[in-house]
């Protein structure tokens, strides 16, 4: 089945006969991008010439009028430390944030998230923010869907995606599809990805800030993921290292094994997903979530059940 910018594929398997019908009692569906599994449904029975229930909607629901479309937030600046922002949604009604680093000649974001209409409205926050420099670079923390929404947005507007090595393939693949259900940056015209890949270790420095973009070891949520880490204010830049929203944890000691292995001093947690929050603080919560995680996990293995994460490590003191 063609749906214009992606075509999609179904295999029916494990035919039974029902009322003298053969049907699938599997479905499984991808796309072609990457072959991923757009769908996966097993069916447990069907009901041939059976009667339903009455499934129209009821007439004040068909009359009423369709609601207007919400407008995109305005995002807000709150100064972390000299040269550096946190651009958030107020009351996070926009998406998840982004934050701003200012260079002598240029500035970057780390992270273009959630949405292509969001992502455009940081950038155009970032560039009022501190008028007169050139916003040309975002660093991508990892490819999930949350944290790349408005990657096309960025692509569109020339802007060079700084990202771990492992994930310029996907990422240049998302640059050369084009775009023609609905409104989209790129939309039926691609244009070249510029991609600076990080290795292990990137360092983004002139007179004015220096920032450094390592690889985020110990991760069981993302593959090939970086983060930032700004030395003069012991800032630790993160996305999906932690949210103070979360109530479990289930990704071990990845906060403080990334703080050691890199040798870093860190004091302050700059996050994509929550609030800026003291280094001390983030470990007494991620030791608390992990409490809550293990007892989760403790009372599934109780029931027979399997939960994924389980077990958990005690996260480091």
């Known amino acids: 089945m063609k749906t214009w910018d992606v075509t999609l594929r179904t295999a029916y398997t494990g035919y039974l006969p029902f009322k003298g019908v053969r049907l699938p009692m599997g479905y499984n569906t991808t796309m072609d991008f990457r072959d991923v599994t757009a769908t ?3 069916v447990d029975k069907y009901a041939v010439d059976d009667l339903i229930d009455d499934l129209a909607a009821p007439a004040d629901v068909r009359s009423a009028p369709a609601p207007a479309a919400p407008p995109t937030p305005v995002p807000q600046v709150t100064p972390v430390a000299r040269g550096v922002w946190l651009l958030h949604s107020p009351n996070g009604g926009g998406g998840a944030n982004s ?11 780390f992270e273009a998230p959630s949405s292509q209409a969001w992502a455009k ?41 700084i990202a771990h090595k492992g994930t310029e393939g996907l990422f240049r693949e998302i640059a050369a599809r084009k775009g023609t259900i609905g409104a989209d940056a790129i939309g039926a015209n691609p244009k070249p990805l510029k991609f600076k890949a990080v290795n292990e270790h990137m360092e983004l420095k002139d007179s004015a800030l220096e920032v450094h973009v390592y690889h985020a070891v110990s991760q069981s949520h993302m593959a090939e993921g970086v983060f930032a880490y700004v030395p003069r204010d012991k800032l630790l830049v993160q996305g999906d290292f932690f949210d103070v929203g979360w109530e479990l944890y289930f990704w071990q000691n990845t906060y403080i094994d990334n ?5 870093l001093q860190v004091d302050t947690d700059v996050p994509v997903h929550g609030r800026v929050l003291p280094l001390t603080q983030v470990l007494q919560d991620i030791q608390r979530m992990t409490k809550a995680a293990q007892e989760l996990c403790d009372r599934t293995k109780a029931a027979g059940a399997f939960m994924p994460g389980c077990p958990v490590k005690t996260p480091a003191r």
Request: proline fraction near 3%; avoid cysteine; charged fraction near 20%.
């Open 40 to 42: 996966k449904v097993y």
């Open 99 to 109: 934050i701003l680093f200012e260079f002598a000649d240029h500035l970057t974001m």
């Open 121 to 161: 409205a940081l950038m155009e926050r970032a560039r009022a923010t501190v008028p007169g420099k050139p916003l040309t670079e975002v660093i991508v923390s990892h490819h999930h869907f949350d944290h790349t929404g408005g990657i096309r947005q960025a692509m569109a507007e020339g802007l060079t995606l």
């Open 259 to 263: 703080i050691r292995y890199w040798n």
